[in-house]
């Protein structure tokens, strides 16, 4: 699954929904394995999947942070400010550098 999330074939999302579903059957397959079951819920559980949440959390507020000055950029065009102004006002809201703010115009 890894090599598939890589290769850019399936989202971390679903990289990490089926990381969790299989975590809920291996669980209930060896049931009156108790050693077996906690063994998969350490290797395959809580942390796995918490980190995996992180990187799909951090991956959408780093979208979503993109497409608000996009549509920033969009309405402020469209109420004819100069690009001068445009450039001024994204490096303020967005505390991005002027190389940075020059790539949204």
């Known amino acids: 699954m890894e090599e598939l999330a890589k290769k ?22 060896p049931s009156k394995y108790n050693a077996v079951r906690e063994g998969v819920r350490t290797v395959m559980g809580g942390k796995v999947l918490e980190y995996e949440a992180k990187t799909i959390k951090r991956e959408g507020i780093a979208e979503g942070r993109e497409k608000g000055i996009k549509d920033t950029v969009i309405i402020l065009k469209n109420l004819d400010i ?3 102004t445009i450039l001024a006002k994204i490096q303020e809201q967005y ?8 790539k949204y115009l």
């Open 8 to 29: 850019g074939r399936i989202y971390e999302y679903t990289k990490c929904t089926l990381i969790d579903m299989s975590n809920k059957v291996m669980e209930h397959i």
């Open 82 to 84: 100069p690009q001068e």
């Open 95 to 102: 505390h991005l550098s002027i190389e940075d703010s020059k």
